[in-house]
């Protein structure tokens, strides 16, 4: 995810804004870039960590006392220089850095290359110097015209502009991504995050969706979208550092869960572009997915969408096994690979070897990874850095890029509509925190848990199971609900916590009935259903949703709850859920 900064001080900014950069290092990124303004726009950029990029063109070599800086994690354009913020206008007078998409990029690059623009990168933010110059240049000052640019932009942003015109100030502005504004008497900040700033000052204010903002050394404006000015409260932060990194949440974890409510909208932005993707495939008549632990989950999910909406043969495969499985393929198979990292050892060997023979698409988190310079085709998750061991918001953000591809492999319009419902849903499932914390207490003795589903709920049982593995080091597994009956039933005994994942649906009957079958040999059941569902009024725990979440999208929503119990429950018996024992967050070796 990327970082900015944007600093007005009375004295020679470079130091205090590289400091200040660096506390965002948390977010991870790939490139690092910094631009003052004096008499003209300097600029110092590189690919690389902020140690790499300083040791080769020390980026404190730089004058002036008004700059912007930014680390970027690549979503347009591989991480290189050339890619790198802040961007500048063909003039360079203006100098950008942004964080967010820009969605309708590609129509703006184009007009604004057709009036005689120069781009010099492939990122969607370079178009927003442009646009800046664009109305500069028709007699507007650097306020109006960021105004008039952002209401050009379709997508998210948090941006800080600086320009030769007007050398006294940076204007910024915020559209669902974060942006915070630091205030001190000894100068004003711009930054993506609290820690950025706390070294300079402990008194912010949360700038909202849609405020635009005049930075100035002894003032500073904000605004609403029309440029009326607004009060805001200034609030005293009284975090330490640590806590501060994490967004004020005691662990990475919990605030990655608590990001993905934004990370599908940001995910559900690459619709057009995976169905441009889709329109690329060659004629094929089976589909294979290969993948590991969270993603092998979102793979099987992958498998139930594709069997029951396209009717297309499909099969996932372990990557770990794949050498047993390689010799089927051929080139009427698309082979999907679904890996956060990208750098997944046993995937890229598969990889490797199916590319030969079939069509390969990636679906991945990180831009540039060994993944995505082997595959055919890359699907980008946009889930951001995740930094805590187990997979939370980029499993969330693999399963949307998988109901998308079905969805445009199927022009299932409105399979894609209801995909835009899944974000407000599923931030009723973080509201229900506290009555998970609940739950959380009473099941954290239990040596072992179930989690049974059906369907496309059935690899939510073996996310939610493997989630709970991972981080509580509590035995558990996840079944399909018809097939306890041939053998798990066995392990069953008074007072077993059992999670049902019981959705409306087709698949609810069987389901329902298999979880009374456990019941009556005395389980405890945590059921996760409809409100409406009156048949689980007297289950031991409930964990409701609104009736419209039936199964085909409750994979998308039930498992954030799921996420939120194990990581309760590892809270509970005081392990860090963030550095499980054992496990590493890319598994480089096979
Ligand atoms: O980076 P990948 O998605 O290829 O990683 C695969 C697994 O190692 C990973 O999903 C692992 O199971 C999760 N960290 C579990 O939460």
Not at 516 to 541: C, W, Y
Request: charged content about 25%.
């Amino acid at each position: 995810m990327c970082g900015i900064v944007g600093c007005i001080l009375n004295k020679e900014v470079a130091p205090t804004i590289i400091d200040s950069i660096k506390k965002l290092e948390y977010r991870g990124y790939d490139s690092v870039g910094i631009a003052t303004v004096t008499d003209k726009i300097n600029v110092k950029k590189g690919s690389g960590k902020i140690k790499e990029v300083d040791d080769e063109i020390h980026l404190e070599d730089i004058d002036g006392k008004i700059g912007i800086a930014h680390v970027r994690w690549a979503t347009h354009g591989n991480p290189t220089k050339e890619n790198a913020h802040p961007h500048c206008s063909c003039d360079n007078k203006i100098s950008v850095v942004h964080n967010g998409i820009i969605e309708n990029y590609k129509e703006l690059r184009l007009e604004l290359q057709q009036e005689g623009h120069t781009f010099k990168s492939e990122t969607d933010t370079e178009i927003i110097p442009h646009l800046i110059e664009k109305y500069m240049n028709e007699g507007n000052d650097l306020l109006k015209s960021t105004q008039l640019t952002i209401n050009r932009l379709i997508g998210s942003y948090a941006l800080a502009v600086i320009c030769t015109e007007e050398p006294d100030k940076i204007i910024g502005a915020r559209k669902e991504s974060p942006l915070i504004v630091g205030v001190s008497d000894h100068g004003n900040f711009l930054a993506s995050d609290v820690p950025a700033i706390l070294n300079e000052t402990r008194n912010v204010i949360y700038l909202e969706d849609n405020e635009i903002i005049q930075l100035e050394k002894d003032n500073v404006i904000i605004m609403d979208k029309d440029l009326n000015p607004i009060e805001k409260e200034i609030v005293e932060i009284d975090w330490d550092p640590e806590m501060a990194e994490k967004g004020g949440f005691d662990h990475f974890m919990l605030k990655e869960i608590y990001e993905e409510p934004q990370v599908i909208k940001d995910t559900l932005s690459e619709s057009s572009k995976i169905k441009e993707i889709v329109s690329k495939f060659k004629n094929f008549n089976r589909i294979c997915f290969v993948a590991c632990g969270t993603s092998y989950h979102a793979s099987l999910i992958g498998e139930y969408l594709i069997e029951t909406q396209l009717h297309i043969p499909t099969e996932v495969i372990l990557a770990s096994e794949f050498e047993y499985f390689q010799n089927t393929l051929d080139d009427h198979t698309l082979v999907i690979f679904i890996t956060q990292s990208g750098e997944t050892a046993d995937t890229i060997n598969a990889l490797k070897v199916a590319k030969q023979v079939s069509e390969t698409l990636a679906i991945v988190n990180v831009v540039g990874s060994s993944v995505t310079r082997e595959a055919h085709h890359v699907i980008y998750t946009r889930a951001g850095p995740e930094i805590g061991v187990a997979a939370t918001k980029t499993y969330i953000s693999q399963l949307i890029c998988i109901y998308l591809l079905v969805a445009h492999l199927s022009e299932n319009e409105e399979l894609i509509e209801r995909l835009y419902t899944i974000p407000e849903l599923t931030e009723e499932s973080i509201e229900r925190e506290e009555d998970i914390k609940i739950i959380a207490k009473k099941y954290k003795t239990a040596k072992d848990f179930f989690y049974i589903g059906s369907g496309f709920n059935y690899p939510t049982a073996l996310e939610g199971a493997l989630k709970l593995k991972e981080i509580t080091y509590i035995h558990a597994e996840g079944y399909p609900a018809g097939e306890l009956k041939h053998g798990p039933l066995a392990l069953i005994e008074d007072g077993i916590p059992v999670v049902g994942l019981l959705p409306p649906g087709p698949s609810y009957s069987k389901t329902f009935n298999n979880l009374q079958e456990i019941r009556a040999r005395g389980a405890h059941m945590i059921i996760l259903g409809s409100e409406e569902d009156t048949k689980i009024d007297d289950v031991h725990d409930k964990i409701v949703f609104n009736q419209i979440v039936d199964e085909l999208i409750a994979p998308l929503i039930y498992i954030i709850d799921l996420q939120l119990l194990s990581y309760h429950i590892s809270v509970e018996k005081d392990i860090d859920p963030d550095k499980p024992k054992n496990l590493a967050k890319s598994v480089t070796v096979v």
